[in-house]
T-cell receptor, first 112, second 116 residues
């Protein structure tokens, strides 16, 4: 079946540090890949997505590239801010399916 | 500009009690779903619906019922609550049905349920 594996947190970084959150996936077909973010006390929001191999999703300074050869979709940001502190979820969906399969989430804390 | 509205925000139940978690969206989205979020487990899909009158099971449907009589509402029913159902529940909706071709999932702010 489909599954997503994320690096375990929490991840603690200083402001302006470089961020990488690893995500790898297992899927039977050619899935679409997503990153969602959850700020404290809120529901999840879509951060970025990629629907085919070699696509790069980007938003708010975050980027992730769909790598079919390594089945990965790592999230990166060049310079994190305190306001980026949140839980980040990697997710996938088969293109013909309805559901999203989420990873377990990675908590990020950015300190001033 | 309400989006997805979940009620209540918090609920405490005793084992064996029943209750309904309400979810309403005002965006005319076809797809609606319920997830539960548990520490170390991420989000797991309970039930989903691709339109009024159509529902289907997700990954963890046991102990939960749903119905979709209107496009706007998608209530989640616990018929006999158990401590294992202590969790944070999120309702989410999306324009279109498939994630790749439809828009992003819009989440409510969650219902924190404790079963004692």
């Amino acid at each position: 079946g489909n599954s997503v594996t994320q690096m375990e947190g929490p991840v603690t970084l200083s402001e302006e540090a470089f961020l990488t959150i690893n995500c790898t996936y297992t899927a039977t077909g050619y899935p679409s890949l997503f990153w969602y973010v959850q700020y404290p006390g809120e529901g999840l929001q879509l951060l970025l997505k990629a629907t085919k191999a070699d696509d790069k999703g980007s938003n708010k300074g975050f980027e992730a590239t769909y790598r079919k050869e390594t089945t990965s979709f790592h999230l990166e940001k060049g310079s994190v801010q305190v306001s980026d502190s949140a839980v980040y979820f990697c997710a996938l969906s088969e293109n013909s399916g309805y559901a999203l399969n989420f990873g377990k989430g990675t908590s990020l804390l950015v300190t001033p | 500009n309400a989006g997805v509205t979940q009620t209540p925000k918090f609920q405490v139940l005793k084992t064996g009690q029943s209750m309904t978690l309400q979810c309403a969206q005002d965006m005319n989205h076809e797809y609606m779903s319920w997830y539960r979020q548990d520490p170390g487990m991420g989000l797991r899909l309970i039930h989903y619906s691709v339109g009024a009158g159509i529902t289907d099971q997700g990954e963890v449907p046991n102990g939960y019922n749903v119905s979709r009589s209107t496009t706007e509402d998608f209530p989640l029913r616990l018929l006999s609550a158990a401590p294992s159902q202590t969790s944070v529940y999120f309702c989410a909706s999306r324009p279109g049905t498939t994630p790749s071709r439809g828009g992003p999932l819009h989440f409510g702010n969650g219902t924190r349920l404790t079963v004692t």
